[in-house]
């Protein structure tokens, strides 16, 4: 039995290599919100690449949303929040604050590029 348990662990751990070895590396982007803007204003990434973008609201609170890809959250001032997914479609899409602060606020917007995989 115990040589069962041994052997079972021991594939477990292969597997566990083989996918952490297959698994995309993330492309990490830091950036800033503060009234009324994001930086960078414009960010752009690979088809198929892992992304972690890491946001620092530097003013007050704020939210970060991309409505097309179902992202929304919150940006604590002065604490830096991971936002991370895989970008799975090429395009252009949209990325605006969420919460309301102040009267620009609607003009707080950016745009993540995805572009196509290629050879």
Known sequence: MRKAALMAA????????????QAPPVHEIKMTAKKYEFN????????????RLLITATD???????????IKTEL???????VE?????????????SVRCGWRHGS?????????AGP
């Open 10 to 21: 021991a594939v477990l751990l292969v597997v566990a290599g083989l996918a952490a070895q």
């Open 40 to 51: 960078p204003e414009e960010i752009r990434v690979k088809q198929g690449e892992r992304v």
């Open 60 to 70: 007050r609170k704020h939210g970060f949303q991309i409505e097309a890809l179902g």
């Open 76 to 82: 604590p001032e002065g604490k830096e929040t991971a």
């Open 85 to 97: 997914f895989t970008a799975d479609k090429p395009g252009a899409y949209e990325f605006k604050c």
């Open 108 to 116: 707080m917007k950016g745009r993540l590029i995805v572009e196509p």
